[in-house]
């Protein structure tokens, strides 16, 4: 990441997939089976694009899926199922790119920023 | 050659049936629903009011001859006005009706001097005839009201023609009532829709005058109102015609049944043309297909189109309109065909008109472990003729891998399409039923589109 603005929109980003993922997975329980309608697909989608902006190749979770069609349909748990893997992906790219300096920070071009950020979940626990 | 043809779909306006004010009539058969004039009575519109009072008036007027010594000239419009085949409602099977005799006129027609009640002032709901004649009932009331509001029925699908665009020419129509001569004639050069098969005039009805039964029936009369016990004290042995009896000598009895039933009339409502099944069912149905094994055993196939018979209009409704369930036998093996009015209502089921021509959906049933080559063969046969090239396989399991290269092959030598719905399929279509988050034909399309990627 190179600017505030920057960490703004990840950590925007993460905060929508997070409530998505909490509202869709609830209904994933309740039937899996059952298509997400055409209004919810719309934003799952405008936030997964977004993902793709920030997340570069390495981090996206399939090089072949970008977003949902509505013409196929996807349901509850196919939608819960991609958002968790968009979700672990990010927090990976979190992890890699805040470091331990007196406190948790947000990297800026390379360099540790005034940015706090939380403690990292997956990797680099140790940086 | 469409199964089952419906008027807008032979003209090519393709409509649900859900978005039309009247009910769309068939060419070979009736719809199997009738006027009932207490809709007309009920309704807030002043219309429909004075339509009823025009109705009224009509009837009240037979009396009146009979008063004034022409009672031959009041039976002689009672029976004209006891059919109305442009309409098509009941259910006939060849849209064709029989008025009723002169003596059973006569027997209507003598209540208005026989029983003071009406003698006095006439009726107020003129189905209270079923009451005190025998062999009178729905279709017959139907067909009564439909001949006395014919001019305005004229006027109503004149007006819906030219909305909707379908082609009328000028027709010969019988028996329209004229309300300044207080009797039939016959009105030429009526611009009206006709009957390809026979060159006959149409003519439409609104939807919402229309139920199953009467408010005011004999049957409802009977269990509700009817004291059945001073009739006859055996009531098994109570019939018809000493009812009809009783009533005459108690007509306080069925003003009383009247009067309850105008009070209630916020109940009373139009029925529609299609019912969907509730959630509930639609999900025991699904249920039921599941647990079904493959095959005939117990005649498991026939339960299995059953079944989906029932459940895939419902779940169709209103996108697609049900035309007929038809079962063919094709060597000697039993195929049940779901046949539907393709009706335009999305870009999906346009571009089934469009590219395959497709001015009805056929579905074939197969209840079998796996569709073999001669099934899709089949199918393939019967999307040659004017039906469209757009087949619906619904079946247990999806299509192996050579059968699906074969329907890939029919869309690549052919341009045919044939779609595999699984039981998969059909549970994610009850699914979108019951929540309502997506159509249950956004499986058909999600289907296709599978298709249409693995087509080269």
């Known amino acids: 990441m190179k600017t505030k603005e920057d960490i703004e929109a990840f950590e925007r980003m993460m905060g929508q997939l997070e409530g998505l993922y909490n509202e869709i997975s609830q209904l994933a329980k309740k039937s899996p089976n059952d298509a997400v309608n055409a209004f919810k697909l719309k934003f799952v989608n405008r936030v997964l694009s977004t993902a793709n902006l920030i997340l570069d190749a390495s981090y996206r979770p399939f090089v072949e899926f970008s977003e949902f069609n509505s013409d196929d349909l996807p349901t509850n748990s196919d939608v819960t199922m991609m958002l968790t893997q968009y979700m672990e992906q990010s927090e990976r790219f979190r992890s890699d790119n805040v470091i331990y300096d007196g406190g948790w920070k947000y990297i800026l071009d390379g360099e540790s920023s005034d940015v706090g950020a939380a403690q990292p979940s997956r990797i680099g626990r140790n940086r | 050659m469409l199964i089952r043809p419906r008027l807008t779909d032979y003209h090519g306006i393709l409509l649900p049936q859900a978005e039309l004010d009247f009910a769309i009539p068939f060419f070979d058969e009736d719809t199997p629903l009738y006027v009932d004039p207490f809709m007309l009575w009920k309704s807030p519109s002043q219309q429909d009011q004075a339509l009823h009072t025009s109705l009224i008036n009509a009837f009240n007027h037979l009396g009146q001859l009979a008063k004034e010594g022409e009672e031959e000239k009041a039976i002689s419009i ?323 891998r050579p059968e699906f290269q074969r329907t890939i092959d029919l869309w690549s030598g052919q341009r045919r399409a044939i779609v595999a719905l699984t039981d998969t399929d059909i549970s994610q279509m009850v699914d979108l039923f019951e929540s309502k988050q997506r159509d249950p034909l956004d499986v058909i399309k999600k289907k296709y589109v599978e298709y249409r990627r693995a087509c080269p």
Not at chain 2, 154 to 180: E, M
Not at chain 2, 212 to 233: G, L, R, V
Not at chain 2, 287 to 304: F, H, S, V, W
Request: aromatic letters at 10%; a neutral charge.
């Open chain 2, 78 to 400: 009672l029976v004209a006005a006891s059919e109305c085949d442009e309409v098509g409602l009941g259910s006939s099977a060849t849209r064709k009706g029989k008025r009723i005799g002169c003596a059973k006129a006569e027997e209507i027609i003598q209540l208005f001097k026989r029983l003071p009640l009406y003698s006095a002032r006439g009726f107020r709901h003129f189905e209270e005839i079923q009451f005190y004649v025998d062999g009178i009932s729905k279709d017959r009331i139907s067909d009564i009201s439909c001949s006395f509001l014919k001019s305005f029925l004229v006027d109503f699908t004149i007006d819906q023609c030219a909305k909707l665009g379908i082609p009328t020419q000028d027709s010969r129509v019988d028996n329209v009532y004229n309300y300044r001569r207080n009797d039939f004639e016959a009105q030429e050069g009526i611009r009206l829709p006709v009957n390809p098969e026979n060159r006959k005039p149409l003519i439409f009805v609104p939807k919402r005058w229309l139920r199953f039964t009467p408010w005011i029936s004999y049957d409802d009369y009977f269990a509700q109102a009817c004291p059945q016990d001073e009739i006859s004290h055996v009531p098994e042995e109570l019939k018809r015609v000493e009812v009809l009896n009783y009533n005459r000598d108690h007509y306080g009895v069925v003003e009383e049944y009247v009067t309850k039933k105008e009070r209630s009339f916020e109940d009373c409502k139009n029925d529609p043309l299609f019912s969907q099944l509730p959630i509930t069912s639609a999900k025991r149905r699904y249920e039921l297909i599941k647990k079904l094994p493959t095959g005939k055993t117990d005649n498991a196939d026939r339960k299995y189109e059953d079944a989906l018979g029932q459940l895939l209009p419902s779940l169709l409704y209103p996108k697609l309109d049900f035309a007929q369930a038809q079962a063919r036998t094709d060597s000697g093996v039993s195929i049940r065909d779901l046949i539907f009015y393709n009706t335009r209502a999305n870009e999906f089921l346009m571009e089934l008109l469009n590219d395959y021509g497709s001015r009805q959906i056929t579905m074939e049933l197969k209840n079998v472990r796996s569709i073999e080559r001669e099934h899709i063969d089949q199918l393939n046969r019967y999307l040659s003729d004017e039906l469209g090239k757009f087949g619906i396989l619904v079946t247990r399991h999806p299509l192996k």
